[in-house]
């Protein structure tokens, strides 16, 4: 696949990695619930959207929760465009839903943290 359209990729920079980066997130991002998806968002000056994911082991089975996450992955990969913003998304348990679901609630997510962020006092 070479030319015409860009790639787009999920690789290391788009990635919340360190302990020390989810703190930030859950210490000073905004909170909102989506379906089975809790997101913790929190603007940045990065210029590039990063993505973590908190699945504990009761969502299921490892085959399960990678699936999940592969999907979240994608949704994200596939929404996030050029806005600065780490997202950390912790998910509960359910059963897998479509590629489609999760863009759906992810869209839900980012509509919603705009909106409140719009609407706080800048700090």
Request: aromatic share 4%; no cysteine.
């Given at each position: 696949m070479t030319g015409g359209a860009a790639r787009h990729?999920?690789?290391k920079g788009s990635r919340i990695?360190?302990?020390?980066?989810f703190a930030r997130v859950f210490d000073?991002?905004?909170v909102?619930?989506?379906?089975p998806l809790k997101a913790i968002g929190l603007a940045t000056?990065?210029?590039?959207?990063?993505?973590?994911?908190v699945m504990p082991r009761r969502v299921?089975?490892?085959?399960?929760?990678?699936?999940?996450?592969r999907l979240i992955r994608e949704a994200f990969r596939l929404r996030a465009g050029n806005s600065a913003i780490d997202l950390v998304v912790?998910?509960?348990p359910h059963a897998p839903m479509k590629l489609a679901d999760y863009r759906h609630l992810l869209e839900g997510i980012y509509?919603?943290?705009?909106?409140?962020?719009r609407s706080s006092p800048a700090s």
């Open positions: 990729r999920f690789g990695a360190s302990k020390h980066e000073h991002g905004k909102v619930v989506r379906g000056d990065l210029g590039r959207p990063r993505l973590g994911i299921g089975l490892a085959t399960r929760r990678n699936r999940i996450k912790v998910v509960r509509e919603r943290l705009e909106r409140e962020w």
